[in-house]
């Protein structure tokens, strides 16, 4: 195609997914450009996380592709069919409404999991008891996150004995160190205080100034406002509507459906 810069980010077309009789996600099509917040919100029952695991593949989608679109130095990527360990190879990263992180290992330790699942250990190497050549790497990135977290200070300190919100931080910084090009974040203002608010949505802006292209399923109207370039309202399973944060909360759509006023 010609004419325009070509899209890179995540392309959602078609995507269904049925359980029985029930309809949960019915033909979308969504885009999650690279260096924007997206957003995607409804009610409760909308789609929005059956959505979000077909994207990473946590669950299989009946129909409909999900494609993760050509970056500088990575081929456009069909993640249709693909397991969650593949996508995330490919460039996809994610964070859960519950969190999950490994309690028993330290905030470093849990961030230092994520770049050393996209780094990978050399089979041969790992046999033989070679040194591991990424070791420095994975060591550079690890420090890197913690320090645009604002997590060094708690490095050594114990994940499982975090606040909720440092917690969603340690989560974050797992996903970024596997250096991603793609993120989704399910509910990642869940439990947070007006503080820590603030600090995330500074954090994803920064992101997507970066290049990053970022999903997130939310329900908190300030948090989507103020950190989100486009929004998708989600209800039974389809996308009735998009546009700026601004635009969609505004619509009488989304006063009736989604805010519950009239």
């Keep these: 195609m010609s004419g325009g810069p070509r ?4 392309r959602i077309r078609g995507l269904r997914r049925r359980f029985g009789g029930v309809t949960a996600v ?3 099509d969504l885009d999650v450009p690279a260096g924007a917040v997206t957003a995607l919100i409804g009610p409760n029952g909308a789609g929005k996380t059956t959505l979000f695991h077909c994207v990473t593949g946590l669950d299989a989608a009946d129909a409909g592709t999900v494609t993760l679109a050509p970056q500088p130095d990575r081929p456009a990527v069909l993640l249709s069919g693909l397991p969650p360990h593949a996508r995330a ?3 996809v990263a994610w964070t859960f409404q519950r969190i999950e992180l490994f309690a028993g290992l330290t905030v470093a330790e849990n961030i230092r999991v994520g770049a050393e699942n ?3 250990r050399p089979l041969l190497s790992g046999l033989l008891g070679l040194p591991d050549p990424r070791r420095a790497a994975v060591r550079a990135v690890t420090g890197a996150v913690l320090e645009r977290l604002g997590l060094t200070a708690l490095a050594d300190v114990s994940a499982g004995s975090l606040p909720t919100g440092t917690m969603r931080l340690v989560e974050l910084g797992r996903a970024l160190a596997a250096e991603p090009t793609a993120l989704l974040l399910d509910e990642p203002a ?3 205080d007006d503080h820590q608010i603030v600090r995330l949505a500074e954090v994803l802006r920064a992101l997507a100034a970066d290049g990053l292209a970022i999903l997130l399923v939310e329900h908190d109207i300030r948090f989507v406002t103020a ?3 486009r929004a998708y309202l989600m209800v039974a399973g389809r996308v009735l509507l ?3 944060p601004d635009e969609v909360f505004a619509s009488d ?5 989604y805010i519950g006023e009239s």
């Design 118 to 120: 996209r780094s990978g």
């Design 7 to 10: 899209f890179r980010g995540v």
């Design 89 to 91: 190879r490919a460039g």
């Design 253 to 257: 759509l989304a006063r009736e459906i």
């Design 26 to 28: 019915d033909d979308v």
């Design 227 to 229: 950190v989100a370039d």
């Design 242 to 244: 998009s546009g700026t």
């Design 190 to 192: 869940s439990g947070l």
